[in-house]
């Protein structure tokens, strides 16, 4: 078992993802925030967006000192004309994305009984439309340079028996089959998409709603490593392939859940 504590976590340095330009969605907090840290750690400039302003403000304060100073830009995803607004001034100001991590989502628990046809489109839009316009409005600029990293974040839950997650699974199985797609399409411009899947991962969040002390020993219990994982381990796994050491990744998704295999 590994003594390695979350403090004393070190990335590894991908020189290329220096000067990088990289949009991450739901950068504010959770597994974002780590992204965004991580990111601007390696000089990447990075931009991202979320809805949560407080919480964002913070972290752009906090990493105002790192390597690349990122950059916050309040959006809501739900809406696509703000969306493409933003994508459109983001363009303008750096000139194009090199790098997509489409990362924001919520996980709101409900049960089927209850679902409304209005419930039923604002999981949809929150969990995989945005991803999709987010895709579409940096591809054309990635198709002309002929490269480019898109990464689409998907979820452990789908994979495993759990409740009151109906449309949040059904979502997240929708981008797996979205990225493959994507990478089909997109391959022959030089463009790679991959699906990053969390496992059971300790974020404020979870440890504040779900992750009581049962449900994390039913976590460890179901998982290969008796650890929990960490932000910055799917913020690892993400540095890797958006850079060039994964030159050769497309079309797959790519696990991170210390082999959660469910109890």
Known sequence: MSDLTQQDFVYATYPDLKGKRVVITGGGS????????AFAGQGARVVFLDIAEEAS??????LSGAAAAPTFIKCDLTNIDELQSVFARIHEELGGVDILLNNAANDDRHDIEDVT????????????RHMFFCTQAVLAGMKERRQGAILNFGS?????PHNHLHLYMT???GIEGMTRALARDAGHYGIRANTII???VRTPRQQALWHNPEEEARILAGQCLPERVEMQDVAALTLFLASDNARHC???EYFV??????A
């Not at 959770?30 to 840290?37: F, K, Q």
């Not at 859940?257 to 469910?262: I, L």
């Open 156 to 160: 452990i839950s789908w994979h495993l």
């Open 198 to 200: 969390p496992g059971a």
């Open 117 to 128: 046809p209005a419930y039923w489109e604002s999981r949809m839009n929150v969990n995989l």
């Open 171 to 173: 979502a997240k199985a």
């Open 57 to 62: 403000r913070a972290l752009e304060s906090a």
């Open 250 to 252: 497309s079309g797959r």
């Open 257 to 262: 859940d210390a082999g959660f295999y469910g």
């Open 30 to 37: 959770g597994i974002g925030g780590e992204l965004t840290t």
